[in-house]
């Protein structure tokens, strides 16, 4: 087939999929719209299980899909899951949990960090008997990465999982930075770009779409966005000339996802607003200068850099007018989805927008149909 053929093909193919992913979007209520936009953790499913911060979610044991939480779901439907640690046990509970989960209103995809190193939901269980890395910043070369990520994303495909929240496209330049370390691949950008490149193409080989984290760059802070707020001092030149390398590499070689930082970059932005709410960052930068078309997710608006700023349901509704598609991890999960649905009816959100964010995620679920 010549090139000419070949990019017809390609043309008719990409309209026979816009074509339909506009079906679907017709066939969609409001709420179910909605309820594409939030990727949540299970406990924020069931209304009995009230926690000050995450660090209390373990006692709950949240090992399988109950009844409170199909009701919920009924009501709010959800467009993703995101399981933790303490959410599995063992295979055959994994395997039970993923399925009654799937059955939930929305089709739930269902989401883990899986980085390899200290951030491994699955192969830190030893029940899960998996291969276990160092971390991200031990390995020598692209080709180890791309062995590792492949690995990784082939267990997690076994398993069940759609979306690995990795790899971290951070460069380690700080070395007080508490949050990001070594889990970065390093402290080069490009040697950093190599890597993240490689750990895309691995995943994607492995059937499960990857995750950029954390736009703009979480490398080079000191405080940790968990607990409160955090800042780069950078200006957009010298981030050009750093953090965006592995981004771009990244973007270029095809990750479906990016997610935000909660971090403030006060020379790029002009005020102390977070990126995750920043349309300077998120439509400007990463939409307009670095060309991304993919689904952008915040990183948990239940952390403390977001939640001591600002009353969630705000912050939920001002992620989305910056140009966010999903929101990651809200904590109360019915208040952010009655808000939302009340800006998009009120006007203050229009259904356009609305359907630029649905669009891009029927898309990546269409990209990941099993």
């Keep these: 087939m010549g090139a000419l053929a070949i990019a017809g093909a390609l043309f008719a193919s990409c309209k026979r999929e816009a074509a339909l992913i506009e079906e679907e979007l017709a066939r969609m209520t409001l709420r179910e719209k909605v309820g594409q936009l939030f990727y949540i953790r299970p406990e924020s499913l069931d209304p009995s299980i009230e926690y000050a911060s995450s660090a209390d979610l373990p006692e709950y044991h949240l090992q399988e899909v109950n009844e409170r939480m199909r009701e919920t779901a009924a ?25 009654d989960i799937r059955a939930l209103p929305g089709a739930p995809l269902l989401c883990v960090d899986e980085e390899g190193g200290r951030v491994a939901r699955l192969a830190n269980n030893p029940a899960f008997g998996l291969p276990k890395y160092e971390s991200m910043a031990a390995f020598h070369n692209d080709g180890e990465v791309k062995e590792a990520a492949f690995t990784i994303g082939s267990y997690l495909r076994r398993l069940g999982f759609d979306i690995d929240f990795a790899p971290v496209a ?126 952008i997710i915040t990183d948990a608006m239940e952390m403390g850099a977001i939640t001591r700023q600002y009353e969630v349901t705000e912050a939920c509704i001002l992620a989305l007018e910056a140009g966010v598609d999903v929101l990651l991890c809200v904590k109360d999960y019915p208040s952010c989805f009655k808000a939302v649905l009340s800006a998009v009816e009120e006007g203050r959100i229009s259904e356009a927008r609305l359907d630029e964010s649905v669009r891009r995620i029927l898309r990546l679920r269409r990209s990941i149909a099993r």
């Excluded at 046990?89 to 993923?98: I, N, T, W, Y």
């Excluded at 490689?198 to 405080?223: E, I, M, N, W």
Aim: charged content about 25%.
């Design 75 to 99: 009501e709010y439907p959800v467009g993703g899951i995101v399981l933790f640690a303490h959410n599995i046990k063992d295979p055959e509970q994994l395997a039970s949990f993923v399925k």
């Design 170 to 295: 951070d460069v380690n330049t700080n070395p007080e930075n508490i949050v990001i370390g070594n889990r970065a691949f390093s402290d080069d950008p490009k040697d950093a770009a190599k890597k993240v490149k490689a750990y895309v193409r691995g995943l994607r080989k492995a059937g499960v779409q990857s995750c950029l984290k954390h736009f703009p760059g979480h490398g080079d802070t000191q405080a940790d966005t968990h607990f409160g707020y955090a800042v780069s001092g950078k200006s957009w030149e010298e981030m050009k000339a750093c953090e965006m390398i592995p981004f771009r590499a990244g973007i270029r070689a095809g990750a479906p996802l990016v997610m935000t930082a909660h971090i403030s970059a006060p020379a790029v932005t002009g005020s102390e607003v977070p990126s995750t709410l920043s349309p300077v960052v998120l439509q400007e930068k990463l939409r307009g200068e670095l060309g991304f078309k993919g689904v």
